[in-house]
């Protein structure tokens, strides 16, 4: 897994969903002007078509690429399991080591408030 | 006859085709028997126009009756609407009449209908026929448009719902396997994420590992369609060791690891809010997953300790066995449990072993003690040498690991058909046995520092010092003697002012104390060779040797050996300064002027609460090496008691002989 293109590429795949949604926008808004009883707007008409012709030629370039530079998929070569639970344990060894040092430390505080 | 005289038209005898299907097979209509063909053409006569004829008779008589009574004007209203009633009908029949006729020429081969003309619509009829057609066209295209943002709307939504649930899945994906049961999600409609918790590398395959059935992990939606792991409360076990009848002896410490696990089930609480926020959820989900994978790795090293206690090869120590339970005997004096427990459940043990719960009472071999009374707990877990608990359950997890991961490790370069390395695989019938004596050689340990410490708490010019063995069945502790540095000064001007006698004397002697599982051996430069002392060699430097011995015998070997350290040093400054002295085993002997012969004698007493080691001073003709002192003979002519003395106090006694004895 490389993390810092995946955020990257995960995040270009959004921007082709976010896309997709506002081409449907364009869409319904363009259908809604035909509707107009007045008649159609000419210039929005075509800007929205303009756009959503855009649009949906950004879609497939990215998706395009997106495909082409998917990684190949190797199942869990790298797991980390063995050294996650071997870190585990180090971590509980810590916290035992922090309870006797602070056992010490109350030990020492001890001491000075006799003396 | 009145009436018009109608034509009905019958369809040719011949068979005619009801339907036929993909496959080619023909349906014809069921045969109609001759009798029933005469029946249905009477049906066709049609003698309405006969009833018709009779009944406006009768209803026109009523219609004039009834009329000239009614009143007109309310009448008028719905006679208007009734004539247009009464056309349409008539409209109605006839058309109806002709479509019959139409269906019927068209049923027929030998007739066909050339064409149908509609007659030419006026052009008002063309408009409104073009305004209807439009109005439905725009209708239509507003219908789409709002289906169209509708759609977008619900598109957005899902989008971003989708966006925090993967975004939360590749976060999780970066630390746990996440996989995917494709058959699952094609019938459930589901996604069918899951994280799989388990290791194949980790466990030997020919080993009767299952895998747990906490290691997959169903990836769901919450309400917010935010991902949410959900799992079943108190499903979770694990590790918890524990000394029995010291439970509480170290359960008043601070101690962080019973404060993790409930930290970690207070962040699953949280991750159910409702705003808490994406970070947060995968924090709190990643915490769950740790805590499951740890409980899965406690469940096996609980498995794997099972397996071996209830194998004929460990020598026998299983004392107690129920589900998730095992109680092990170590020595004859300490008896330790090992569980598998639910986190909360390690609270109501220490809790109940306070209070004496049946369970806990027949476990605890030594005796009841007020569980508030943390501190008397404690003493008296030192008094028999238990350590704490938290301690060994750690080892006990690290050795599992070593044993399973070297294990795997090994498994992987057999397959490459090389010889594994030996000496670092533990078989596999060892581990609770080595852990067993780790733990008996602990508690016997802590009885030898006791001891130790005892000791030099009693004698202020020894010096206790640890030394880290890194092995968990050996101990070792040096007791040493450092000679102050004022005396090594004044020493050292003796050096310069005698001729000849330069010789280093030795400033540090040190005794070694070596446990190794339940042996002590002492070591030490200077044992007492005998060889040596009947040769009279000054410089007694012997290599380091060493001896066992038993914990009861030890405090008055070290002493001996601390003592004669001393008589070793006072021999050699002796020499330095140039008195003539010889050495026994305790003892160090002066000439004096006349022959007279004064010994300073030491004395060892370990259970002397004051000091260990005091001196006396003999002084006799005869040199008296076998002579034995007893404390109860008391002070005489020829014995002086000197008491507990410094080494600088010692010191000053050798330079007071020095001015008795002839130089």
């Known amino acids: 897994m490389y993390p810092q293109s995946q955020t990257t590429s995960l995040q270009r795949l959004q921007n082709v969903e976010k896309r997709i949604v506002r081409v449907l926008e364009l869409a319904g808004g363009v259908m809604e002007e035909m509707g107009n009883p007045s008649g159609p707007r000419k210039e929005l008409v075509n800007g929205s078509c303009g756009e959503f012709m855009q649009s949906v030629k950004d879609i497939q370039l990215t998706l395009r690429e997106e495909i082409k530079s998917a990684c190949e998929y190797r199942p869990f070569e790298k797991c980390d399991y063995v050294p996650r639970i071997s870190n585990e344990i180090c971590c509980k060894k810590l916290e035992y080591v922090i309870a006797q040092i602070d056992e010490m430390k109350q030990t020492i505080e001890g001491y000075g408030d006799a003396s | 006859m009145a009436g018009d005289l109608k034509v009905s038209l019958d369809k040719l005898p011949i068979k005619r085709l009801d339907a036929i299907e993909e496959n080619g097979f023909e349906r014809f209509p069921f045969d109609v028997g001759y009798d029933e063909k005469r029946v249905n053409l009477t049906r066709r006569i049609d003698f309405a126009w006969v009833v018709e004829r009779e009944d406006p008779n009768k209803k026109q008589k009523k219609e004039s009756a009834t009329s000239a009574n009614d009143v007109t004007t309310n009448n008028q209203q719905s006679w208007q609407w009734q004539s247009l009633v009464e056309n349409l009908q ?69 989008v971003a719902r989708e966006a925090r649930f993967y975004g939360a899945l590749i976060r999780l994906q970066q630390n746990w396997k996440v996989k995917r049961h494709r058959l699952v999600a094609a019938a459930s409609g589901k996604e069918g994420f899951y994280i799989d918790l388990s290791d194949g590398s980790l466990y030997d395959l020919a080993s009767a590992f299952r895998p747990s059935s906490m290691s997959t992990i169903l990836v769901e939606h919450d309400a917010a369609g935010m991902l949410a792991v959900n799992l079943p409360q108190n499903s ?30 207070k962040s699953a609480k949280e991750t159910r809010e409702e705003h808490a926020s994406d970070d947060e959820c995968v924090r709190g989900i990643h915490s769950i997953l740790r805590d499951v994978y740890r409980a899965i790795y406690d469940e096996h090293v609980f498995d794997l300790v099972n397996r071996e206690a209830c194998s004929p090869s460990l020598a026998a120590n299983l004392t107690g066995i129920r589900e998730n339970y095992l109680r092990l005997s170590i020595d004859q004096e300490a008896s330790v449990s090992i569980s598998l427990l639910i986190s909360d459940q390690v609270h109501q043990t220490s809790r109940a072993s306070n209070k004496n719960s049946p ?48 294990r795997s490790k090994n498994a992987a370069t057999f397959s490459f058909g090389t010889r594994s390395a030996s000496q670092s695989v533990k078989d596999s019938s060892n581990i609770l046995g080595h852990f067993c004596m780790s733990i008996a050689h602990r508690i016997f340990s802590n009885k030898v520092l006791l001891v130790l410490e005892s000791l030099v708490c009693r004698t202020p010019y020894i010096q206790l010092i640890s030394h880290p063995t890194w092995r968990s069945r050996s101990s070792t502790w040096i007791l040493s003697m450092k000679i102050p540095q004022s005396i090594l000064q004044a020493g050292s001007q003796f050096q310069l002012c005698s001729s000849g006698n330069m010789k280093n004397v030795r400033s540090q002697f040190w005794t070694k104390v070596v446990v190794i599982d339940d042996s002590i051996k002492v070591e030490g430069e200077g044992a007492p060779n005998v060889v040596g002392l009947f040769k ?120 007071d002989f020095l001015n008795l004895c002839s130089c």
Not at chain 2, 244 to 262: D, I, M
């Open chain 2, 90 to 158: 008539l409209a109605h029949q006839e058309l109806s009449v002709i479509i019959d006729l139409i269906n019927t020429v068209e049923a027929n081969d030998s007739v066909t209908v050339a064409g149908m003309t509609r007659p030419k619509q006026l052009p008002c009829e063309h408009l409104s026929d073009l305004a209807v057609s439009t109005t439905t066209k725009l209708q239509s295209f507003r219908h789409l448009g709002k289906n169209f943002k509708q759609s977008a709307k619900a598109l957005e939504e899902q």
């Open chain 2, 236 to 265: 979770r076990r694990y590790l918890h060791l524990e000394f029995l009848g010291f439970s509480s002896a170290y359960y008043g410490r601070n101690y962080n690891v019973t404060k993790l696990q409930t930290l970690s089930e």
């Open chain 2, 359 to 406: 369970n806990e009472a027949t476990d605890e071999a030594l005796g009841s003690f007020d569980g508030l009374n943390f501190g008397a707990g404690i003493e008296k877990a030192k008094i028999s040498g238990i350590p704490n608990r938290v301690g060994f359950e750690i080892y006990l997890r690290q050795l599992y690991h070593e044993y399973a991961f070297v």
């Open chain 2, 536 to 655: 009279g060699k000054a410089d007694g430097f012997c290599a380091v040797d060493g001896f066992n011995c038993d914990l009861a015998d030890l405090p008055i070997i070290l002493l001996q050996q601390i003592a004669s350290h001393i008589i070793q040093w006072l021999h050699e400054e002796a020499l330095v300064v140039g008195i003539k002295a010889s050495r026994d085993f305790l003892s160090l002997a002066f000439e004096l002027e006349h022959g007279e012969v004064v010994s300073l004698v030491a004395h060892v007493d370990p259970d002397n609460i004051d000091g260990c080691i005091t001196w006396w001073l003999i002084m006799d003709d005869v040199p008296t090496e076998e002579h034995k002192l007893h404390s109860d003979v008391g002070e005489s002519e020829s014995r002086k008691f000197l008491g507990y003395l410094s080494l600088d106090v010692l010191y000053s006694t050798l330079l």
